[in-house]
């Protein structure tokens, strides 16, 4: 009998693994390696991606309330969620990293089956959208990087307060919360930083409005019926994120929204 019948399966290399590990490793591998199974985590880490731009959005329309609102939010989520935080963070970038590593994967495989476009073009409604997904896909990984760099680490820009230059962690409010409402209004009165976040809004649109319907039609879920509802969908959901979010940043850098 070999090790593997007897109840372990051995990696030529690494320690024995037992036969409950050794399957359920092998069964993550086979459908992450399957295009049909990447595909599906593709289209589950999308709806998670998109969902956090939703929420995300919306708190930081609190920006619209004064500084309270928003300084009060974000403390709360720095600071009163403890370990539920680094859980968040761990899960998005997880997700993250599957959707891009996974989308890059399944796009050179289509191109290495297909190295010569079609003679044909598809049909002009979808067109840009879906062929500039992995373009678009760029644009938000660079945008994310640059995003965090600005608001997260503070390494791009600094605020002026009362004639001096503070860095953004720096900026404390009355109640000693970190001032996020002033370091939003910071970036965005400098205008190439308002402008790269507005162009970053269209790119996360087109990449939206063909990646909700994909996501549809890789769950199975969109039939010839349900087909506009869904496009439908699609462009609402990637709307309002649009919508919303400059919104922001032209409220900002027009000085509808002021400095406190
Ligand atoms: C006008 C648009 C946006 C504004 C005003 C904004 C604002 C902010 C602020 C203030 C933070 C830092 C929070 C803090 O450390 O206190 C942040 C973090 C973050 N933002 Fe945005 N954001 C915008 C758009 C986006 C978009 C479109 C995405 C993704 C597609 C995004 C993804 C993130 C991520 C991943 C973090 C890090 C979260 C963490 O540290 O846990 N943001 N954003």
Known sequence: MTGASQGT???PKGPPLTMTEGR????????????VG????VALGGIGLALFA????????KIFQGPDAINAYAHFLKHDLGALLWLARAGLLGIF????????????????????????????????????????????GLF???????????????AEMNGQTVHYLDLKDA??????????????????????YLLAQVALFLHLIHGIPSTFQTLGLQSR???????????????????????IVTAVWSGWVTPP
Do not use: E
């Open 9 to 11: 399966v051995r990696h």
């Open 54 to 61: 939703v929420f995300h959005m919306l708190g930081n329309l």
């Open 97 to 140: 990293l599957l959707h891009v590593v996974l989308a890059v994967r399944l796009k050179l495989r289509t191109m290495s089956a297909r190295p010569q476009p079609y003679a044909y073009p598809a049909r002009s409604h979808s067109h840009l959208a879906a062929r500039t997904m992995a373009l678009t896909g760029i644009l938000i």
């Open 225 to 247: 019926r349900t087909l506009r509802t869904i496009r439908v969908l699609g462009v609402l959901v990637a709307g309002v994120i649009l919508i919303g979010n400059c919104w």
């Open 24 to 35: 359920l490793g092998a069964w993550l591998v086979a459908i992450l390696d399957s295009s």
């Open 38 to 41: 990447a595909k599906v985590v």
């Open 175 to 196: 109640q000693g919360r970190h001032d996020v409402y002033t370091m939003v209004v910071a970036g965005f009165r400098t205008s190439w930083i308002a402008g790269i």
């Open 144 to 158: 994310i990087l640059l995003h965090l760099a600005h608001f997260t680490f503070g390494w791009v820009h600094r």
